[in-house]
Structure formats: C-alpha cells, structure tokens
C-alpha cells in the first residue's frame, strides 16, 4: 500500500500572502495524484487532478506541481475562503488509493 | 447538473451490517467508463478511500476492508450500494460516495481515472450499543 505524507500539519498564513502544501508518496505514483479541498462541514471538493491541472471552475491562484514521489500545492494569494484542510490523493493504477493525513490552513 | 447523495441508517449496533446507498443524477450510471467511489472520514480526522465500481462492473476494494465490504450498483435506479458487515465503533464515520471521470484513450488502450470530480454532501452513520 502507498503512504501518503502531507507537510506541514498546520501551516498558519496570512490572507494575501502564499501558501506552499507538500505531499510525499512513498513509492513513485507518476502524475496520479489529486488535491481536495474541505471546509468546516462540508464534503471535499476536487481542486487538482493529474498533479498539476486544475478542475473545473477553480481560481487561477491554486496550482499542483510534481511527480513521482514529490508534489506541492500552491495558492498565490491567500483569500478568507481558502482557509480549510487540503488532502491528497494518489491514485496509481491499484487500490487503495489513499489519502494523505490533510494540511489544515490556518488564518495567521 | 450532477449530484450524488448518500442515504443509509444514522445508528447501526456492533456486530451488525452497514448497507448505504448513493443515488444519483445528471449522470448514468451506464456511461461508458465513469464509476462512483465510496470514501468515509472519522470525526476529525482524515479521508479513507473504501471502494469503487465502474460501469462494467468493475470494482476494487480497500485492501484493509476487503472482507468486510461490497459494492454494487442498480443503473436503473440510478443507485450505487454499499455493504459494510461487522460493524465496529471504530467505523463511526461520515459516509461519502463520489464520482470518478471518464478516462481516456492513447491509441487503443483506455486509461481509467481514479480520482472523484463530484462529491455528496455524506451521510453520518454511528456505531454504538
């Protein structure tokens, strides 16, 4: 089973400012990797899938990068909705395709 | 517009069996290649991929659970459903189901995506005697 490592756990930042998210895999998933975003008592909602496209209708500002083992998310300029939790997911050919432990962004 | 949404029993005892269902709409479950997952997220903590089917029946199972769960799907009832035996307090969770994308072709070999693009809003299901 591929472990899934998101850095930090908290990452407090200040609106306006940028905000860098990691996920490590534990072996290589290629570009099979997604990011969720979930706010307080609401389901995830898909952000980036095959690394680094975005979904639909998701602002400019957030951007995935990486492969292989490595991958970043991005978002240029933080605003008061995008304070949640972010999640990874790799979903590299087999199950499970699991989850990363989630990186909650805090308003600093 | 595509919706999902979960229905089931809010308490379940020890010991018995989970069966949720997904319904859905603005899409069919007999599109070519799309599938739904089912994920579950204990209060507050992370998310924890439990299942899959695709419109051919395809279906794959957390590894950890695979004893325990099934999946299956009524396209005519627009319905995925989800059995879940032996319940334990452990499985206390919000309950989603999501869709999984088309894939893709290159060349003649298709690509089945795994990720979910639209999510239901859960459902709350608590084991306890």
């Known amino acids: 089973e591929i472990v899934m490592t998101q850095s930090p756990a908290t990452l407090s930042v200040s609106p306006g400012e940028r905000a860098t998210l990691s996920c490590r895999a534990s072996?290589?998933?290629?570009?099979?990797l997604a990011w969720y975003q979930q706010r307080p008592g609401q389901a995830p909602r898909l952000l980036i899938y095959?690394?680094?496209t975005r979904a639909t209708g998701v602002p400019a500002r957030f951007s995935g990068s990486g492969s292989g083992t490595e991958f970043t998310l991005t978002i240029s300029s933080l605003q008061s909705e995008d304070f949640a939790v972010y999640y990874c997911?790799?979903?590299?050919?087999?199950?499970?395709?699991?989850f990363g432990q989630g990186t909650k962004l805090d308003i600093k | 517009q595509v919706t999902l949404k979960e229905s089931g029993p809010v308490l379940v005892k020890p010991t018995e069996t989970l069966t949720l269902t997904c319904t859905v709409s603005?899409?069919?479950?007999?599109?070519?290649?799309?599938?739904v997952s089912w994920i579950r997220q204990p209060p507050g903590k992370a998310l924890e991929w439990l299942a899959h089917?695709?419109?051919?029946?395809?279906?794959g199972y957390n590894t950890s659970l695979l004893d325990r769960l099934t999946i299956s799907q009524d396209p005519s009832k627009s319905q995925v459903v989800l059995t879940m035996t032996n319940l334990d307090p452990v499985d206390t969770a919000t309950y989603y189901c999501?869709?999984?994308?088309?894939?893709?072709?290159?060349?003649?070999?298709?690509?089945?995506?795994?990720?979910?693009?639209?999510w239901g809003k859960g459902t709350t299901v608590t084991v306890s005697s």
């Open positions: 999501a869709r999984i994308p088309s894939g893709y072709f290159v060349g003649s070999y298709y690509y089945y995506y795994y990720y979910m693009d639209v």
């Open positions: 603005g899409f069919s479950l007999n599109n070519a290649r799309m599938g």
């Open positions: 089917i695709f419109s051919n029946d395809e279906t």
């Open positions: 072996q290589s998933v290629g570009s099979n």
């Open positions: 095959g690394a680094s």
């Open positions: 997911q790799q979903y590299n050919y087999r199950p499970p395709y699991s």
